[in-house]
């Protein structure tokens, strides 16, 4: 993977979502409702997506929560890597398990986002690549794949930034459920023959 490539200035709480700097990375959040211990969360800064990955499947099969949403922290502070990472991985089973073990729960930064779309990971001219009038930059693959995030901010934020994008996305995603009622259908009624 990348070394690093993009670094956030900053962590969330993932308590209060408070969004502190790196100074807090061995104490506590200040929120005084808060008050969540970020104590360790600073071994699994720099550790990769795989070690990640199987530490976060640990710690949710022993349910320790805290662990939990201090393994989350990592990756959630390690995204924009992780997205950078996807959009170049060329290793088909590789960028599918980063999306679905990473991108699609964790991507809720619209920053980290930022900072891999106005990047040169995405190069303009090649293959059907556009860029945004905010200088952002797209291609239609990637495009359907981030739609498929949870995070509504990051969704509305395609939305918007690539609108072109969003009307064919729609029209796909509209096409593919009348596809699906109408095979419904056409099974139902093979039934009652």
Known sequence: MNDKQFK?????????????????????????????SFEG??????KDDGWLHKALVKAYKGKNECEVKLLATAVRYNIANYLDHFVSCNWGSHYTTLFKDFIILYLDDLNALK??????TIKIGKGDAIASKNGYKMFWELYKWLMRVHSPQIRDFLRTEFPDYYKK?????????????????????????
């Open 8 to 36: 956030l200035e900053y962590i969330k709480c993932p308590s209060c979502k408070n969004i502190l700097d790196l100074s807090f990375v061995n104490k506590s959040c200040p929120n005084p409702l808060c008050g969540f």
């Open 41 to 46: 969360l600073e071994d699994y800064l720099d």
């Open 115 to 120: 900072l891999v779309l106005s990047s040169d």
């Open 169 to 193: 996305y729609y029209k796909e995603q509209h096409e593919k459920i009348m596809r699906q009622k109408i095979t419904a259908k056409n099974e139902d009624q093979a039934r009652l023959i």
